[in-house]
């Protein structure tokens, strides 16, 4: 996979989404390889929305495309402003979402006849809007599987002991995301 140029004091930003929230981890390539550039998670979701719009559809179908639409609006908006903090002023690489392979209908009436269908499309919807929020900041955005993560175990055991607790999976899988921006080297 190509890799983009590097600017100096530049972030590659990588993101782990989650219902209503998102994590968010800044590295930055440095001569001894990738460093700890920042953290941030922050709430996708605004209050009197709900943060699982397909279950909340499930309720009022007669209302749950435009609810549906009003809380994937509402995400983009808040992923924007989290990605900007962020940022906190410096140049941006890019950004690398973690996402996940599901198979869900697109039709919503059709969601709503499986609660799986509703888990699988709420992912996919914070998944989406993170990106397009990347998209609408004018970054290289790209989308990762979280099964072609790069394992950089060495990498990312440095990384996280600067970055301190906590230090989940989500946290984890966003550097590996964020590592797929930087210069190439060699993470296995």
């Known amino acids: 996979m190509a890799t983009v140029a590097v600017m100096r004091g530049a972030i590659a930003l990588g993101a782990v989404t989650r219902t209503g929230a998102a994590v968010i ?3 930055r390539a440095t001569a001894s390889g990738p ?14 929305l709900p943060d699982q719009p397909y279950h909340a559809a499930a309720a009022a179908p007669s209302i749950a495309a435009r609810l549906v639409s009003e809380v994937e609006l509402a995400v983009e908006e808040a992923a924007a402003a989290g990605l900007i903090q962020a940022a906190d002023g410096r140049p941006v690489l890019g950004l690398a979402v973690v996402v996940k392979t599901v198979s869900a209908p697109t039709d919503i009436s059709a969601v709503l ?9 709420e992912g996919a919807l914070y998944r989406e809007a993170m990106l397009a929020a990347g998209r609408r900041l004018g970054w290289i955005v790209r989308a990762v599987d979280a099964a072609t993560l790069p394992t950089a175990d060495d990498r990312v055991a440095v990384i996280g002991m600067t970055a301190g607790r ?3 999976r989500a946290e984890k899988d966003a550097v590996r995301a964020a590592l797929t921006l930087l210069p190439e080297q060699r993470y296995a």
């Open 113 to 121: 006849r499986s609660h799986a269908w509703m888990h699988a499309a």
């Open 166 to 168: 906590p230090w989940r």
């Open 25 to 27: 981890l800044a590295v």
């Open 35 to 48: 460093a700890f550039a920042g953290r941030r998670e922050i709430t996708l979701v605004r209050d009197g």
